[in-house]
């Protein structure tokens, strides 16, 4: 239960702060556009791990890879960025 409450605490955490960026709408489209590729990508994060990782920082990039390591979070991202989240209060 804790594991799963930390996976929604940064997925949030993420779509907060694409949100914050300004880029929440053009991510949204671009996550429902590439939810085929989803395991191309999680492979793509594997390989290109040791690159991107000190580009985005440990932490960002941990995120990341957890977002596409589990697909309900990748779903609960894209939604809380189309607006659809259960706790949306904006």
């Known amino acids: 239960m804790r594991v799963w409450r930390v996976q929604v605490k940064r997925a949030d955490a993420l779509a907060d702060e694409l949100e914050r960026r300004g880029v929440g709408g053009p991510a949204a489209i671009l996550m429902d556009a ?52 259960p706790d949306r209060s904006r």
């Open 34 to 85: 590439h939810r085929p590729l989803l395991p191309l990508l999680r492979q793509g994060s594997i390989f290109l791990g040791p690159l991107l990782s000190p580009l985005l920082g440990h932490r960002r990039f941990g995120s990341l890879r957890e977002a596409l390591d589990d697909p309900a979070a990748y779903d609960r991202i894209a939604a809380r960025l189309r607006g659809e989240g």
